[in-house]
């Protein structure tokens, strides 16, 4: 399962194997295999994922928008997964609907990256989970390449309980 990890501030942080979150996505997710996916970090607060140019490179030589789209949805759903495992809940976890911003052609290899999940929007996720067993979340990520900020996500994803 996970252990915890100290920040800066002296807070303990869960965390989940970056192996086996990578080994999960690219098994049960195949696109993030073709995509080259790595997990660099993946922890309650926050999920980091690297993919390579060459799999994702579109006519223009720059990442294609469907790739970069897949890695914020990718990173922003490992976010949702990882808070659950690290509970102990099981649950279907589906987008509902997104949106990406495009500030610039990506052109090598790119980090997607979580933004955090503010606590009183994760406390109304969880109640509503709780008492309907169904619930909504808006996960905002961002992907950046050779240090820019290259696009930004925001989606909303829905958890549905599995009854067992």
Known sequence: MGSSKITSEGYSIPVISVKELEEYLRFHIPISAYMGVQVLDANFDHI???FPLEP????????FGGSESSAAILSAWSLLWVRFKLNGISAK???QENTMEYSIPITGEFIAETDPITDVAWRKFTTNFDRRGIARIEIAAHLISQGKLCARFSGTFVAIRIES
């Not at 994702?56 to 990442?63: A, E, F, G, L, Y």
């Open 93 to 95: 976890l589906v987008i």
């Open 56 to 63: 994702n490179i579109n006519h223009r030589q720059s990442v």
């Open 48 to 50: 980091q994922l690297k």
